[in-house]
């Protein structure tokens, strides 16, 4: 179960840094991701989410009751409870680590199709201006109507510009905390290390 949470966890990963940069890589992926929220896609993925999350309750559960089984405080826990502790720690620091990655990977996916659609209505609006501003005017009345289009044309890309650039800045925020959390499981998986070495000795 171990080895299939890493695969987990590195295939989530390299999804991640597919969404981070702009590649043809990175299309497919979203190409993807939108035929798998498709369909039957999103209740197999809440099903594969919520038997996850089951397992992770139970890797917890196991863990407090093994700290529980000592009969005073004193006691010395055994070292078999100790290694099942440890393999029950790392499961399930490995399986959250793996809902956050699939909750990141949703929100990416989120944002990049909304920006996505967000650029494509900015530029129709673009090229609506160009539009209006290139066309001759006969009469004054229609010259005032189209100076109204394209002021609330202008509001309207401006208001886009500012959304674009929210979203942005969440995906940014998002990327940070995929790297924080990279750095942190490493560091988790280099003391777990450490530990189970020290065990052995």
């Known amino acids: 179960m171990i080895q299939l949470m890493f695969i987990v966890i590195l295939s989530e990963m390299a999804l991640i840094l597919a969404f981070l940069f702009r590649t043809p890589f990175r299309k497919l992926v979203v190409l993807g991701l939108d035929q798998i929220k498709r369909g039957r896609g999103p209740i197999v993925v809440k099903t594969v989410a919520g038997t996850v999350l089951v397992a992770l309750m139970t890797s917890v559960y196991s863990i407090i009751k093994i ?3 000592r009969i005073d405080k004193a006691a010395i826990v055994s070292l078999t409870d100790q ?10 620091t490995l399986m959250g680590c793996s809902l956050f ?5 949703d929100r990416l996916h989120h ?9 494509k209505s900015m530029e129709s609006i673009k090229k609506q201006n160009r539009g209006s501003e290139d066309g ?3 009469s004054l009345d229609e010259i005032k109507a189209l100076e109204n289009e394209i002021a609330t044309s202008h509001t309207r890309l401006k208001q886009l ?3 674009i650039e929210t979203k942005t800045k969440d995906v940014h925020t998002a990327e940070s905390n995929v790297l924080a959390l990279r750095k942190q499981s490493k560091g988790f998986f280099l003391s777990m290390i450490d530990y189970l070495r020290k065990i052995k000795t």
């Open 67 to 69: 700290k529980n089984t």
């Open 83 to 92: 290694v099942l502790m440890v393999k029950h720690l790392l499961e399930a």
């Open 101 to 105: 990655l699939a909750l990141m990977i």
């Open 111 to 119: 944002y990049i199709r909304e920006l996505r659609i967000r650029r």
């Open 136 to 138: 001759k005017a006969s």
């Open 161 to 163: 510009e500012s959304e």
